[in-house]
């Protein structure tokens, strides 16, 4: 495990080893990150089409060319990320993604206009193109040399646990405010509110991913550059 045990005392654990991973910086940072962009891109996944059908009333066929566009704009923001290897630093590439994914958040509240709703899978999608690829980079950077499969492997599972536990919540909150009004718009508002707090958080631990001078060498020994040519 990343983290050694902590003593929570009444503090919710998941909260505890979340500040704990963020802390140490490293990897136990990348993979934290990869838990939060993940759990707010595919909550996003969840609710938007939802939103977009019952409280906007967009014609699902709308919903389907707009979703289209997101799997299209997650390559571009991954093809972009290539191209910018050399003029932008990883973990700066990672703080872009989760800002553009805020402004995604955004743009699904109430007051935004229908047309912006739509198109905020879209953006959110160039978003997770631009992180998603820098933190699977960032872990081989960090990762010691022999133990590349327990880095993929904790990235993989951070991500499961971040789309389950971000999703989780942010339903239960759904559901509590659906309860009690007929408007589900205020139950959306909600749950797209809550979703910037992990895509904030992203953003703001995005610095504790940087790979100093010291340790920018991949698993096998070979620099960061040359691992991201292999890599891409």
């Known amino acids: 495990m990343f983290c050694k045990r902590v003593s929570t005392g ?10 704990h991973l963020a802390s140490r910086g490293g990897l136990p940072a990348t993979v934290l990150l990869r ?89 959110a999608a160039v978003g997770m193109g631009l992180a998603t690829p820098s933190l699977t980079l960032l872990s081989l950077a960090h990762t010691p040399a022999g133990r590349q499969g327990y880095a993929s492997g904790a990235m993989q599972t951070s991500q499961n646990l971040g789309q389950t536990l971000v999703l989780a919540v942010t339903s239960a909150l759904f559901t509590a405010v659906s309860a009690a009004s007929t408007n589900r718009l205020p139950a959306f508002a909600g749950a797209f509110a809550l979703l910037i707090l992990p895509i904030a958080g992203a953003a703001c631990l995005a610095g504790r991913t940087r790979v100093t001078d010291a340790g920018r060498h991949d698993a096998s020994g070979r620099s960061v550059a040359t691992a991201e040519g292999r890599l891409r």
């Open 10 to 19: 009444g503090v919710c654990p998941a909260a505890a080893a979340t500040a």
């Open 35 to 123: 838990a939060l962009t993940s759990g707010a891109f595919f909550t996003l996944e969840a609710f938007v089409p939802l939103m977009l059908s019952t409280a906007r009333h967009v014609p699902g066929v709308v919903t389907g060319f707009a979703f289209t566009g997101a799997a299209l704009a997650w390559a571009a923001g991954s093809w972009m990320q290539g191209r910018l290897q050399n003029r932008v630093s990883r973990h700066r590439l990672v703080a872009i993604g989760a800002g553009i994914m805020a402004v995604a958040a955004l743009c699904t509240m109430p007051a935004v206009p229908r047309a912006a709703a739509v198109s905020s899978m879209a953006l």
